[in-house]
């Protein structure tokens, strides 16, 4: 019993091969078919009629979501030191600047300082900044974070610092000398 039905599925599928016919109609437009129309031709198919194609080796492009899923990191960014409106006394114009964030920066990110507006330096990894020669006086402190592409993260708010510095045209002060009589 099976064997006679293993027989006539390949019988059926032997049957199943049909033949193809062409033909052109009244406007010119080329037909195919399985059924004969007046004036078709039988096409004569070949064993081989299945498609190869090759397609290019992939291009692995550089991984840009790991970049997008760190730049939505939610970064809390505040000034350390020195506090708001500290007066720093240093001859030298040297100011120690330490910016936090919390959670820590991303490899791809990178911490950039700004004074009065234009940006000091460029951008590193370390949230200290150590900066010298700075003239005396009022100055607004603002640092970012900053992903490789430029795009900014987070920021701080401005930050007051007076920095008092010996002025250089002073005059020098004159130790008053004994008198002689």
């Known amino acids: 019993m099976r064997a006679g039905l293993v027989l006539?599925?390949?019988l059926a599928t032997t049957l199943a091969h049909a033949t193809v016919y062409k033909w052109v109609d009244e406007n010119g437009k080329v037909h195919f078919s399985d059924k004969p129309v007046k004036n078709a031709e039988v096409v004569e198919l070949n064993e081989n009629t299945?498609?190869?194609i090759k397609l290019p080796d992939p291009v692995v492009l550089p991984d840009l979501n790991t970049a997008d899923d760190t730049d939505k990191a939610s970064y809390k960014l505040n000034i350390?030191?020195?506090s708001e409106e500290e007066t720093i006394r240093n001859n030298e114009g040297e100011i120690t600047l330490i910016a936090k964030s919390h959670p820590q920066l991303s490899p791809a990110h990178e911490f950039v300082l700004?004074?009065?507006?234009?940006?000091?330096?460029?951008?590193?990894?370390?949230?200290?900044?150590k900066l010298s020669d700075i003239d005396r006086g009022?100055?607004?402190?603002?640092?970012?974070?900053?992903?490789?592409?430029?795009?900014?993260?987070?920021t701080t708010p401005p930050r007051?610092?007076?920095?008092?510095?010996t002025h250089l045209n002073q005059p020098k002060y004159k130790?008053?000398?004994?008198?002689?009589?």
Do not use: I
């Open 8 to 10: 006539l599925l390949l």
């Open 50 to 52: 299945q498609n190869n």
């Open 80 to 82: 350390a030191s020195p």
């Open 114 to 129: 700004f004074m009065d507006g234009q940006q000091l330096g460029s951008a590193q990894k370390s949230g200290l900044f």
């Open 138 to 154: 009022e100055h607004s402190f603002v640092v970012k974070v900053l992903s490789k592409n430029g795009k900014q993260l987070a």
């Open 160 to 165: 007051k610092v007076f920095l008092h510095r």
């Open 175 to 181: 130790r008053p000398q004994p008198r002689t009589n």
